[in-house]
């Protein structure tokens, strides 16, 4: 899983309808109609790999809007579920704003104060526009401490737990603390799902936690009347270049992020940022990000400043982009955690960092899952059992998974 192949990820290389895709993404899309033109007729496309390449990535109201600026000939069936896609993801940012804001004053009314993560936020900072980038999960930034105060506040919202699914006692609390990121909410009120973080990486010695220190002040979005708090936007963008090395850049909707923001920023801004990544000991990941995004052709080949460009042969940066290459090429530039598999993805994150303390976290996060607290439901007295038990949890578990897929 290294980089030896430099080739693998060369841009005229890849189907026409990933070109296509990333040439309707490259930001700001109203410059690149010739290029959108010159792909669209540069071979005979498949619209539903397309539209498929669209989904996963969760770039449909960047694409629409790319191809609402050319005249070329998409068929009607396409462009008529993009635009339906992109309008329905207009109007679920809004609703976004509503609940964001609705929980961000709940929690504070309480004295929990609350940054929001990623989302419409990221949206409205970057293009202005708080439907361009396609809306998820309602992400929350909460201080570590305030958990428990948080947990009990959104429950009684009316909000469910959703992971840890299991029944959660004071041991347990404690390991999910220590060992995890973030609780999980879903409401059958709402279609959004709420990711209340008092970390932003689940390993506490992954380089980069540092970023969401709460002495840094937050920055206010605006839409409207209404106010979010978010990251200063320049830990906004080393943030989602260590969020994605460690997701494997399975999806390039941070991607497409990082690459607009980085092309807005000014020389002296760039090289602020590359010292910042250093002493964060996270400049592998922020350099293999601006890599990526230049084989993608989001960015200009010259775009990385020195200092990222010599990172970028580190043995971290071509772990990352080397497992990246490997996964989209094996599954059709569309890779998910299920198809790449468990062991896969504990072998990758393993090697993102050779630190004994970095690793030793990942062994025990495997030991203590909490997803074995709802299948081993034991009294907090025999806690210190759970260990043993995760081999026989693993092999139950897939299991079962395989025999959903025969069936």
């Not at 980069?208 to 990251?231: C, K, M, Q, W, Y």
């Not at 920023?265 to 400049?283: C, D, W, Y």
């Not at 940066?317 to 996964?327: E, K, N, V």
Request: glycine content about 8%; overall charge neutral.
């Amino acid at each position: 899983m290294t980089r030896t192949d430099q080739s693998v990820f060369r841009f005229d290389r890849f189907p026409p309808e990933l070109r296509l895709m990333l040439c309707c993404v490259k930001w700001p899309v109203e410059h690149n109609a010739a290029e959108i033109r010159d792909q669209a007729g540069s071979a005979e496309l498949d619209w539903n790999y397309f539209l498929s390449l669209c989904r996963h990535h969760c770039v449909i109201p960047l694409v629409y809007r790319g191809l609402s600026a050319t005249d070329i000939s998409v068929p009607e069936s396409i462009l008529s579920m993009l635009k339906t896609a992109a309008t329905e993801n207009v109007v679920s940012a809004f609703r976004y704003i509503s609940e964001a804001r609705r929980l961000s004053d709940l929690l504070q009314q309480t004295g929990i104060s609350v940054r929001v993560l990623k989302g419409v936020p990221l949206s409205q900072a970057i293009f202005g526009d708080p439907g361009v980038r396609d809306v998820g999960d309602i992400d929350l930034l909460i201080p570590a401490g305030m958990e428990e105060m948080a947990d009990r506040i959104l429950l009684g919202d009316g909000y469910y737990r959703h992971d840890p699914a299991g029944r959660l006692t004071p041991p347990r609390r404690r390991s999910w603390q220590k060992h995890g990121k973030d609780y999980t909410y879903r409401a059958n009120r709402g279609e959004f799902e709420i990711d209340l973080h008092w970390r932003l990486f689940r390993n506490p010695y992954m380089p980069g936690n540092g970023l969401a220190d709460a002495h840094i002040p937050g920055e206010l979005v605006r839409f409207g009347e209404s106010r979010l708090t978010v990251l200063p936007l320049d830990r906004n963008f080393l943030f989602l270049c260590v969020h994605g090395a460690l997701d494997g850049w399975f999806r390039f909707k941070s991607l497409i992020d990082l690459a607009a923001l980085w092309r807005g920023f000014r020389v002296e801004q760039k090289s602020a940022l590359a010292e910042q990544a250093r002493e964060h000991g996270i400049l592998p990941e922020v350099a293999s990000a601006l890599a990526l995004a230049q084989e993608l052709r989001l960015l200009e080949g010259d775009a990385l400043t020195g200092a990222m460009q010599l990172e970028t042969g580190s043995r971290e940066a071509r772990w990352i982009l080397g497992y990246t290459h490997t996964q989209h090429v094996a599954h059709g530039f569309q890779p998910t955690q299920d198809s790449v598999g468990s062991w896969t993805l504990k072998r990758y994150e393993m090697g993102v960092r050779r630190h004994f303390l970095y690793r030793l976290e990942i062994l025990r996060r495997i030991l203590l899952r909490p997803r074995m607290w709802a299948r081993f439901d034991l009294p907090d007295i025999l806690f210190p059992l759970y260990p043993l038990l995760s081999p026989l949890e693993w092999f139950l578990f897939h299991r079962k998974g395989a025999s959903v897929e025969k069936a």
